[in-house]
């Protein structure tokens, strides 16, 4: 895998990956404007990264209504007082939780400064106001339950069409963005790819990577979009090759990629 050409490698933006909870990520991002924290499943861990790094939280930005990317919210605000920012579709539902959004985000909102411009994407699906966090000069995006390493998150609210379109639209970003996904979910999500997929030998080396990071309990995040889309079967659900193992020649996309859905959800 080639390394990213991007500003990322410089001290000026960095990225830590803070395992929360049995499976969950959450992101610290440093940039030109400061210290953002990505999702907040629990603040023990997250204050810990922060401590270690003499780093002050400045700000939360949470990606979807869930308890586990939420939780910790409470906590973190009371220690650090920084503001929180969240989708505006899912206010009420962050709301119904005991917490408070200071700014409602709305898709196509953009924020920050250089390496650290950050624009919010809608990505609904999993949950239908669940946004993603794109750094386009830092080469980073955030993605949390809806494009996921090797897989997407459950269609608890949206359809899969909507899903689809959702995915559609982050594969069209820069091959060489770096993916941060919301949980651990890899190693399973490699034997579901692997069982559809079996011809793919991008996908067979990629699993062999996952086994080794698991085996040493490394993380498997981030990984680049150019990786994603050759071996990610939500990502391929386009693919030529794919409908055919699958034998779903000349159905459509969005068809097929339900077809992809259902199957992982049985799986
Ligand atoms: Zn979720
Ligand atoms: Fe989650």
């Known amino acids: 895998m080639t390394m990213p050409d991007h500003p990322s490698l410089s001290t000026e933006f960095e990225v830590v990956t803070v395992p929360c909870l049995d499976d969950n990520y959450a992101y610290l991002v440093k940039g030109p404007d400061g210290v953002a924290l990505i999702d907040a499943p629990e603040a023990a861990p997250i204050i810990a990264a ?14 979807h209504h869930h308890h586990d990317h939420v939780g910790g919210l409470r906590a973190l605000r009371a220690r650090y007082g920084c503001p929180v920012m969240g989708p505006k579709a899912e206010a009420d539902k962050i709301a119904a ?34 946004i993603a966090y794109y750094y386009p000069e830092g080469g980073a995006l955030f993605t949390a339950d809806s494009l996921m390493a090797l ?15 959702s995915l559609s639209s982050l594969a069209a970003l ?35 990577e996952i086994a080794d990071l ?13 990786l994603e889309k050759a071996t990610n079967p939500f990502l391929r659900a386009g693919d030529t090759e794919l409908k055919k193992t699958l034998g779903l020649e000349g159905v459509d996309d969005a068809d097929v990629f339900a077809h992809i859905r259902a199957a992982k959800d049985r799986f």
């Open 214 to 226: 698991r085996k040493n309990n490394l993380p498997t995040v981030p990984a680049t979009l150019g």
């Open 174 to 208: 820069p091959d060489d963005t770096l993916v941060y996904s919301g949980h651990e979910y890899t190693q399973s999500n490699a034997r579901f790819a692997c069982s559809i997929d079996p011809d793919n030998s991008a996908l067979q080396q990629r699993a062999a």
């Open 97 to 130: 939780q005991g917490e408070t959004l200071d700014m409602e985000l709305e898709p196509g909102f953009e924020g920050g400064t250089g390496v650290g411009r950050c624009q919010v994407l809608a990505v609904p699906g999993h949950t239908l106001g669940h």
């Open 50 to 63: 922060l401590e270690a790094r003499n780093w002050e939280l400045g700000v939360v930005m949470i990606t």
């Open 151 to 165: 897989g997407c998150g459950r269609l608890f609210e949206g359809s899969p069409a909507m899903m689809w379109q």
